[in-house]
């Protein structure tokens, strides 16, 4: 079994190091660096074992037929990991096309 995301995934990720630190969620640049770090280590550790509904039609825009999974990492804020499944040469691969969180796309699920 793999999980890779998509490059607009990973860049989405790096950029998100930056705003949380410049938009001062976190005061110090290396705690924003681990939180997104640690993010996508649960992502990639836990997705497979995550309960996961059908995406709904609005996130087509990031492929069809997606999956999403949901990640609490703490009491106000949850991360939605947005994923196809795939059977390759007999392993399962997890492709990740979208992240977002609770404050900007719970109105779409």
């Known amino acids: 079994m793999r999980i890779i995301a998509v490059p607009e995934v ?3 990720l790096e950029n998100l190091k930056q705003i949380l630190f410049e938009e001062e969620y976190f005061s110090f640049e290396e705690d924003a660096q681990e939180y997104v770090d640690d993010l996508f280590f649960d992502i990639k550790t836990n997705l497979p074992i995550k309960s996961h509904k059908p995406a709904p039609p609005h996130f087509d825009k990031y492929g069809a037929g997606m999956y999403y999974a949901s990640f609490k990492v703490n009491r106000n804020t949850t991360w939605y990991a947005f994923f196809t499944k ?15 969180n609770n404050h900007m796309i719970a109105q779409y699920l």
């Open 86 to 100: 795939y059977l390759v040469d007999g392993e399962t691969v997890y492709l990740v096309r979208y992240i977002n």
């Open 10 to 12: 990973e860049q989405y």
